[in-house]
């Protein structure tokens, strides 16, 4: 089997033009295998988010390549793209992005409602992974009588429902305080990460680094060779 | 429901704050038109009440009238010619005037008219006290037990009465589907009694009611009348000639025309504006959809589906809070001349969608800009 998951060459993406023409990303290229853990960690305007959504099929790039299990990422089509992330990815936001006014077990049913699963079917499904992130009692409640941590939870639950090879996580630990942030991660190394799946992280939250397979550290739009690069 | 119109639905109900605003911009502007084209409706209903009553087919009348209440008398001769032509079965004279029915206590009460043809009493009411026959009889008269029959002190059978300087006596009392426009009461009576209560020109029909020995026949009949230099309409034609003259000549067609522009742009910006709003306030929900995989136009399918389900709720209330408000006003007003017809619905059904597909074109715009890189940035 095809061990590597990503395998981004050359990524370049800038934003504005002429003398205000900024470079988010430049030249970046790496490879993300499957059962890793990836950290891309750096500063604020290093291009990690830059560099998190073009490998997701969400930012076009000025130049590279994606491949994510040999498909040619932005050699996608609109629509084939959007199907590529249904079934390919699973997000987790920095801030969730979980639906208030719908209950848990709806927000989780959601990549499986975009399946066109069966309301019932996908209902049922998506409390198979809140039991699995340990919220199947809060499955009736709106997100917003949830604490944070349990928020985090049900974003990974809906994450999973979809069935990605590949997870990406935003910030994961951004909205939380340390201990709870520890505890997610932790619960995500252990339960979320298999032999078919490749977690790319993105963080600067040095006191989760220790979960992490491997760390790519950005500096200006690059991948820092050597320094700060690691394999934990 | 698919399941995605599914989640669209409760996106919106759940959020009981924002989707009541919206209802409550719509009701009130569903209330609004089907409240406006209602009365004028009403109103139309009750100004042709005669010809809806009379149900003649086919009605012969002098060219410059535009409605019953303003006949214009034609002479015998009409009525002579309009029975010669192939394919009437038969034709009689009808007479419609105005006059003063003394009451009990000196006070004098308006009231119409209508005089039947003598021999056939062609258009009579439907009487639910008396017999038709006895119009025949000294004095005779029917009396129309509509909202205005009050105002008569509800005379019984047997009631004598001053009209116009003569006895009349009531001999029936009849239900007609339709009362007049103006507030006053209808008495019935023959053609040639009427002709000599009411002062009147030397000519005296009102209208002449054709019965045509079929539908066919109707537009030869048309034909030889207008020859004559009569104007000739079916009953349709009739009630639409009047609606149109007031709708177009008496400044009621433009009144009702700014109140239900206004209702409609009141529903148009209320609506449109809050459902604006409400989906700017998920714009990132809707982004991290599409980043998880939503495509565009599912995210439109959610959004009109949203604009649909509220404009249809919104239109539901308006027009039960309309019936509601009809239905009291005439526990009231007995005579409240307002009626809420297929056709105030469907106007307003359609304004409703227009509100609603323009609402959900703002906001489908909005929606299908937003780039979901623009989610990872925060």
């Keep these: 089997m095809e061990t590597v998951a990503i395998r981004a060459t050359g990524l370049t993406k800038?934003?504005?033009?002429?003398?205000?023409?900024?470079?988010?990303?430049?030249?970046?290229?790496?490879e993300a295998r499957f059962k890793e853990m990836l950290y891309i960690v750096g500063p604020s305007g290093s291009g990690k988010t830059t560099l998190l959504s073009i490998i997701s099929g969400i930012l076009r790039p000025d130049a590279g390549q994606v491949l994510v299990e040999g498909v040619d990422v932005w050699g996608l089509k609109e629509n084939a793209l959007a199907d590529f992330r249904l079934q390919k990815l699973g997000f987790v936001f920095q801030d969730f992005h979980l639906f208030p006014h719908l209950k848990t077990v709806e927000n989780v049913a959601i990549p499986l409602v975009l399946k066109r699963r069966p309301w019932g079917d996908a209902i049922r499904e998506a409390t198979k992974y809140l039991e699995v992130v340990g919220l199947a009692n809060r499955a009736e409640l709106n997100p917003t009588r949830l604490s944070g941590g349990e928020q985090q939870r049900v974003a990974i639950a809906r994450a999973l429902a979809s069935g990605p090879d590949l997870m990406i996580f935003d910030e994961p630990t951004a909205s939380l305080d340390g201990d709870t942030g520890r505890k997610i991660v932790d619960f995500v190394k252990r339960e979320v990460l298999t032999e078919h799946r490749c977690i790319v992280v993105v963080t600067h939250d040095e006191r989760i680094y220790e979960f992490a397979d491997r760390i790519l550290n950005m500096e200006d739009g690059r991948l820092l060779q050597g320094k700060g690069v690691a394999d934990a | 429901m698919s399941g995605i119109l599914r989640i669209a639905?409760?996106?919106?109900?759940?959020?009981?704050?924002?989707?009541?605003?919206?209802?409550?911009?719509?009701?009130?502007?569903?209330?609004?038109?089907?409240?406006?084209?209602?009365?004028?409706?009403?109103?139309?209903?009750?100004?042709?009440?005669?010809?809806?009553?009379?149900?003649?087919?086919?009605?012969?009348?002098?060219?410059?009238?535009?409605?019953?209440?303003?006949?214009?008398?034609?002479?015998?001769?009409?009525?002579d010619a309009v029975r010669s032509i192939a394919g009437v079965k038969y034709a009689v004279p009808l007479y419609s005037g105005g006059a003063l029915v003394r009451l009990k206590d000196g006070t004098y009460q308006p009231v119409t008219v209508l005089g039947l043809d003598d021999t056939s009493l062609f258009g009579r009411p439907n009487l639910i006290q008396g017999k038709i026959e006895d119009l025949y009889a000294e004095n005779g008269f029917v009396v129309v037990d509509d909202e205005e029959y009050p105002k008569l002190e509800s005379p019984k059978i047997g009631t004598d009465f001053e009209l116009n300087d003569n006895r009349g006596v009531i001999v029936g009392i009849a239900k007609v589907p339709a009362s007049g426009l103006f507030g006053i009461p209808t008495l019935y009576t023959t053609f040639r009694r009427a002709t000599q209560y009411i002062p009147s020109m030397r000519y005296t029909i009102s209208f002449i009611l054709v019965e045509p020995q079929s539908t066919a026949t109707i537009p030869h009949?048309?034909?030889?009348?207008?020859?004559?230099?009569?104007?000739?309409?079916?009953?349709?034609?009739?009630?639409?000639?009047?609606?149109?003259?007031?709708?177009?000549?008496?400044?009621?067609?433009?009144?009702?025309?700014?109140?239900?522009?206004?209702?409609?742009?009141?529903?148009?910006?209320i609506s449109g504006q809050t459902f604006y709003t409400f989906v700017l306030e998920n714009m990132e929900k809707f982004g991290a959809l599409k980043a998880i995989g939503a495509k565009g136009r599912e995210l439109v399918a959610m959004i009109f589906f949203q604009a649909a389900v509220t404009g249809l709720a919104g239109y539901g209330l308006g027009i039960g809070l309309c019936a509601g408000l009809i239905a009291l006003a005439k526990l009231r007003v007995p005579d409240y001349a307002s009626i809420i017809t297929y056709s105030n619905l469907a106007l307003a059904l359609g304004m409703v969608l227009v509100i609603s597909g323009f609402s959900g074109y703002i906001a489908v715009r909005k929606v299908l800009r937003i780039d979901p890189y623009d989610i990872f940035r925060g």
Aim: overall charge positive.
């Design chain 1, 14 to 30: 800038s934003f504005g033009q002429g003398e205000s023409k900024m470079y988010a990303v430049r030249e970046v290229t790496f």
């Design chain 2, 221 to 269: 009949i048309q034909e030889e009348v207008r020859r004559l230099g009569y104007r000739v309409l079916t009953e349709q034609g009739l009630i639409d000639r009047i609606t149109n003259w007031y709708m177009l000549h008496t400044g009621m067609g433009t009144n009702l025309l700014l109140m239900t522009a206004i209702s409609f742009i009141v529903g148009l910006s």
């Design chain 2, 9 to 79: 639905y409760k996106l919106l109900v759940n959020d009981k704050g924002k989707f009541a605003a919206l209802l409550m911009g719509l009701t009130f502007s569903v209330f609004l038109m089907v409240q406006m084209t209602s009365m004028f409706a009403g109103m139309m209903k009750k100004a042709s009440a005669t010809v809806t009553n009379t149900g003649a087919k086919v009605w012969v009348m002098d060219p410059a009238v535009t409605n019953v209440s303003s006949a214009i008398p034609m002479p015998d001769y009409v009525l």
